[in-house]
């Protein structure tokens, strides 16, 4: 019962954000579907803050560097520069190191076993 | 043309990433969240590069992305392995629905 | 010709490809050729030898079987990711999670390597470890349909081993 309550109200903060995002303003395509993958960092963020367990900061960290390899390419075709790509690869290649660094952090060893 | 199909790949990765991050803040435990962010937003950025892909041709700007989407394809289940494996041994515990769990009972086996 | 010699030839080839993809498409320039080349070396004297480690011969039937497993395994990710909006989007988040072992025959790193890969990316399944001796993955299933051994390994399993054992071994 508590958590068709909760639903509901989850579903009408995205619908009224969709609705805000499309159909209110009026300015370029491009960015609004930026602010949708902004909308998505959001979330992460929650995850990021309330997470109970480090594993859960973490697995947040790590998402979020492949969403902002996503943002980034929406950032290239809208300025029409092809070196934010480059930038979203270096992100997506130091994301992956860090991850694996903090997973073998969380394991209990040392970094330089 | 291409544009029209590039914007609706781009559309179907947006949509894949934000079921994702959904999945990481609706589900219950370390290893659920991990299995959905994993899947979903893996497959909705390399949407989102394809549909770059698709909107500028071969060009400098749309043969980077094929790159990107290969490196993203081959780290994204190494590092969730990583994860599941270290939270497992750092003993962060499973949610209250589940069923069995086969790799607490061959612990010593590691 | 040598073990050693073959890999890092491959690996001098992978790297100038991936510095020529990023940086000459569009405008040609010979200066940043000749920096490629250097750089790739250094590469290679460095880390060339750890790519290919043991020797097989070519087979025309291995290219087929790899572009078979290609569209086989983009085929079950739009599966897996819409079974995990399903499973999302439902307000009472019909899960039933646990940790299965599943059996494999395969051998090598690299088809292991391969093999959890799949695994993680299919529906439902991500592989949490592997015991090389025995020969077993430890899975955690997000909605598990039997907790027998055998029946697992036929579930989660079965749709990839062959492939990448044509490929691999």
């Known amino acids: 019962m508590k958590s068709t309550i909760k639903w509901r109200i989850g579903f009408l903060v995205v619908i009224a954000f969709l609705v805000i995002n499309f159909f209110v303003f009026s300015y370029d395509l491009k960015f609004k579907l930026m602010n949708v993958a902004l909308f998505s960092a959001l979330f992460v963020l929650i995850r990021t803050v309330l997470g109970p367990s480090p594993a859960d900061r973490i697995i947040a960290i790590d998402i979020l560097g492949v969403l902002v390899v996503g943002i980034c390419a929406l950032i290239a075709i809208t300025f029409d520069q092809s070196f934010f790509i480059d930038i979203g690869m270096a992100w997506a290649l130091q994301s992956f190191i860090a991850t694996l660094a903090l997973a073998k952090f969380l394991e209990g060893r040392h970094l330089d076993e | ?104 009972e061959d612990k010593e086996l590691y | 010709m040598k073990l050693e010699t073959k890999s890092r030839i491959a690996v001098f080839i992978i790297s100038f490809i991936a510095y020529f993809v990023i940086t000459q498409i569009g405008k040609f320039d010979w200066q940043e050729l000749i920096v490629g080349i250097i750089i790739s070396l250094i590469t290679t004297i460095v880390t060339g030898d750890i790519l290919i480690k043991t020797e097989r011969k070519f087979k025309f039937s291995r290219i087929l079987y790899t572009i078979l497993y290609i569209f086989q395994l983009l085929w079950e990710i739009i599966k897996a990711n819409i079974h995990v909006a399903y499973l999302v989007l439902h307000p009472k988040l019909p899960i039933k999670p646990g940790i299965v072992k599943i059996r494999t025959d395969l051998k090598k790193d690299s088809s292991l390597t391969m093999l959890a890969n799949s695994i993680t990316l299919t529906p439902g399944t991500l592989t949490i470890d592997v015991n090389k001796e025995e020969g077993v993955l430890y899975v955690h299933w997000i909605d598990i349909k039997s907790i027998d051994i055998d029946k697992a390994t036929d579930i989660i399993g079965g749709r990839f081993e062959k492939t990448i054992k044509e490929i691999f071994e």
């Open chain 2, 1 to 104: 043309m291409s544009e029209i199909i590039g914007y609706i790949l781009i559309c179907i990765g947006l949509a894949f990433d934000f079921f994702g991050v959904l999945g990481l803040v609706r589900l219950p435990d370390v290893y659920n969240r991990l299995q959905a962010a994993t899947k979903c937003v893996t497959f909705g950025t390399a949407g989102i590069l394809a549909g770059v892909f698709v909107m500028e041709g071969y060009s400098s700007m749309g043969l980077k992305p094929i790159i990107c989407i290969i490196f993203i394809l081959l780290t994204a289940p190494v590092s969730a392995h990583a994860i599941a494996r270290a939270a497992h041994r750092a003993k962060i515990k499973l949610t209250d629905k589940t069923i069995v769990d086969k790799y607490e």
